[in-house]
Structure formats: structure tokens, C-alpha cells
């Protein structure tokens, strides 16, 4: 009889805190930089945008780098352990070193320190992601990763609150996030034994995570990989790539389409970020539940339906009212079930010794899709006579394209213990 499995939460908990950092760091990036940039150092807006980009270019290069690095690291503290303190602790102190030139109206100063922890971010957040599926079993990945999200938040929120209370006080708000940030790591760094955890479960993640596919001779490989689970996982990213343009679209442009559009002020369309956070909080744990019961593929698209909804909504709206709110909801509920849901169903085709890589072609997705949409939505809205209406309209179009390439994906439901090489769980259409 199969034995019946439960996501230990106590371990999960602690292993995520890996990603406390990168919540942090992503609120302070978002909210801080930009003002410190333009407001407080005097650089144009077209500098900001600069610096503010080369997050995402550096992770185009590093993240595949470090996160096939940390795929083939042996060391007596983990595979995963090393980059994520290592990238951790390097980013904390670069945001200190950046608040130190921003207090010094040091523009190279700070934006030196900036694209440090830019680039301590690459080192930590491969394995930072890697880390959860390495330690669990296939079957629970989507719930790990519902509760993954919940700490990845909190870290984002905890920032949140201090900016509001702290405002334009950065000397408070840095040294908070880098409170938070130092702690998490030092809890994660005494209490989270990698190479300890995945001994205690060998047995276990080897019958789940192993792909023992009669196809693969020796060890795991892409390129070994039979051409139906190839193509799923090229369509899969491709689902990833259009979801996050489309989400990147909306939340790059949704202030000035406010402001512009239903005539909100700017500090009242921080409502929106609620909005979305409320719904995603909403269905967290029913959207793990729906996965089992209908199906990962089945959750995503019903997930990619409530995102095109919601942009169909907000597209029609002049104003500002319930409805515009009902609209956000939609698309609080819809980003929730694409982005707790894709990841899992993209580790289900990995095997253990290759989820850095499998994290890395992911990101490197979201990346391009985080990267193309604010240009092309920026493009379009200054150079044709339909200005910020084509917001919208341009995101549901990107939520089809991710729910036709969806149609084609195959794999990614929870399988059971592999035995052979066409045992991981196919999809109907």
C-alpha cells in the first residue's frame, strides 16, 4: 500500500526563510530606489530605469550559472546552503552600503551598492528556490510551495509596514530590512542541516525525485529526455513567460494608469497591491487543494481564466469604483493558482540533481517575460493614438498566449514512485 505523505510545515517553515531575504530586498528595491534615484540623488527617470533593469539582465546571465553551480556543489554544509548564505549576507550589507551614499547624495556610490545586492541576490535566490524541491517529496511540492509564498511574503510585508511608518526616512527603513534579513539568515544558518535533512529522507525523495526513467543512463539529463517531456517542459515555460508578461504589464504601469485613467491620486493606488495580496492570501491553500483534485494543468488554467477576467474587467472600467476592485481581486485569485502552480509542475519532470537548472530555466522565463513588458507596454503607450487603453487589452492577450501554450503541456501532475520511462503522469488535453 502507498504510503500516505504530509508536508512536515515545521521543516518547510525554517527551509523557507532562505527566502526572507529576497522578499525584503524586493519590497526595498521597489519602493526605495526609485525615490532615492530621482528624488533624493536628482537622476533622470531614464537613469533609474537603468539601474532598476539590471536586476532583471543580471539575472539572465547568473541565474543559470549559479543555479547549475549549486546543482553540482558537495560540501559539509549542503549544495544549497553556501550560495544562499553567501548571497544573503553579501546583499544585507550592500543595501548598508548603499543607505551610507544615499545619505551622502553619492549617486555612484549608491548605485554601486545597489547592483551589489543585485548581484548577491543572483547567488542566493537559485538555490534559495532549489532548496524546498531538493528536500521535498514530488507530491507535496505544490503545498511547500503554497507555504513558501506565504514566508516570501511576509518578508515583502514586514518592509511594507516600515516604509509606512517610516516614509522617506530610509536610514529606518534600511536598517530594518537588513534586521530582518541578517536574522532570517542566522536562524536558517544554525537551524536548517541540509545535508542532515536529506540524509532523514534519502529513502523517501529517492522513490519521488529520482527519475528513473530506463531512458536516462547514469545520470539525469535534459538533453537524455524523451521529446514528449521536452516539449512539455518548452511549453511550460513559454506558459510562464506570457503569465509574467502579462502580470509585469499590469503592476509596471497600473500607478500612472490610475492616476491618468480614473484620476486616483498616487497614494491611493497602493489599494490595488492590497487587493491582489488579499486575494492571493484568499485561495492559497484551495488553490494546492484544487490541484489535487482537478489536476495541476487543470488549476492553471482555471487560474490564467480569472487573470483574463480580470484584465477584461479593469479594461472596461472608466473609473474608479467596486468593480475596479472586483477586477484586481480577479487578478489577485488568478496570479495566486499560475504562480503556486507552474513551478511544482515543472519540478515534477526534474530530477533531484538537476532542480537548480529546472529553477533557473524558470526565472530566466519569468525574467524575459518581467523584463519585455514594461518596454513594450511603455512603447505602445507613448507611440500610438490608443495611449494607456492598450494596457489592459495587452495583458489578456498574454494571458491567451500562456493558456494556448498551456493546451500543449502533457506533464507536471503529481505522479506516483517512478518505474520506467513513461511513468511520470501525463495529461489529458
Known amino acids: 500500500m502507498e504510503e500516505k505523505l504530509k508536508l512536515n510545515v515545521k521543516t518547510t517553515l525554517l527551509v523557507s526563510l ?24 536628482g537622476n533622470s527617470e531614464t537613469f533609474k530605469g537603468v539601474i532598476m533593469s539590471a ?19 558537495a560540501s559539509r554544509f549542503g549544495k544549497r546552503k553556501p550560495y544562499i548564505l553567501a548571497g544573503g549576507f553579501l546583499t544585507a550589507f550592500s543595501l548598508m552600503g548603499a543607505l551610507f551614499f544615499a545619505n551622502t547624495y553619492s549617486t555612484a556610490g549608491f548605485s554601486g551598492f545597489i547592483i551589489l545586492a543585485l548581484f548577491g541576490m543572483s547567488v542566493n535566490r537559485p538555490a534559495a528556490f532549489a532548496i524546498i524541491p531538493d528536500l521535498t517529496p514530488k507530491p507535496l511540492n505544490s503545498e511547500a510551495n503554497a507555504l513558501k509564498g506565504v514566508v516570501l511574503s ?38 536548517v542541516k541540509e545535508n542532515k535533512l536529506l540524509d532523514s529522507r534519502r529513502d523517501l525523495l529517492d522513490k519521488y525525485n529520482r527519475v528513473q526513467d530506463s531512458c536516462h ?16 517542459v518548452l511549453f511550460l515555460l513559454a506558459v510562464t513567460l506570457f503569465a509574467f508578461f502579462s502580470y509585469s504589464a499590469a503592476m509596471s504601469t497600473y500607478v500612472n494608469y490610475a492616476n491618468k485613467v480614473w484620476g486616483m491620486p498616487y497614494n491611493q493606488t497602493g489599494i490595488f497591491v492590497v487587493i ?18 482537478i489536476g495541476r494543468k487543470n ?40 504562480s503556486i502552480i507552474t513551478m511544482p509542475m515543472l519540478f515534477e519532470l526534474s530530477d533531484v540533481s538537476t532542480v537548480g537548472a529546472f529553477v533557473s530555466a524558470y526565472t530566466v522565463s519569468s525574467t524575459i517575460g518581467r523584463t519585455a513588458a514594461p518596454f513594450l507596454i511603455g512603447f505602445l503607450i ?21 493558456a494556448l501554450c498551456l493546451l500543449f503541456v502533457r506533464h507536471g501532475n503529481v505522479a506516483a514512485a517512478q518505474a520506467g520511462c513513461a511513468s511520470t503522469a501525463v495529461m489529458e488535453a
Not at 55 to 73: C, E, H, I, K
Open 18 to 41: 532562505s527566502l526572507v531575504t529576497w522578499g525584503a530586498f524586493s519590497e526595498v528595491f521597489n519602493s526605495t530606489v526609485q525615490n532615492i534615484l530621482v528624488e533624493r540623488l
Open 55 to 73: 536586476g532583471n539582465v543580471m539575472a539572465l546571465v547568473l541565474f543559470p550559472l549559479f543555479g547549475v553551480l549549486s546543482d553540482r556543489t
Open 217 to 232: 543512463k547514469g545520470r539525469f539529463r535534459i538533453s537524455t529526455m524523451p521529446p514528449e517531456k521536452k516539449r512539455s
Open 382 to 402: 507613448d507611440n500610438t493614438r490608443f495611449g494607456y487603453a492598450v494596457l489592459y487589452p495587452c495583458a489578456a492577450a498574454g494571458v491567451v498566449a500562456s
Open 154 to 191: 511576509a518578508g515583502g510585508f514586514a518592509v511594507t509596514l516600515l516604509i509606512i511608518i517610516f516614509g522617506t526616512d530610509f536610514t529606518a527603513v534600511y536598517s530594518g530590512s537588513v534586521a530582518l534579513m541578517l536574522v532570517s539568515l542566522i536562524v536558517f544558518a544554525v537551524f
Open 299 to 338: 488549476t492553471v488554467m482555471t487560474g490564467l481564466a480569472f487573470l483574463f477576467a480580470g484584465f477584461v474587467l479593469a479594461a472596461f472600467m472608466k473609473k474608479f469604483g467596486i468593480l475596479t476592485l472586483a477586477a484586481y481581486l480577479l487578478i489577485g485569485v488568478g496570479w495566486s493558482a499560475v
Open 276 to 293: 491582489i495580496g488579499a486575494g492571493g492570501l484568499i485561495v492559497l491553500y484551495p488553490v494546492t487543494a484544487a490541484a489535487k483534485k
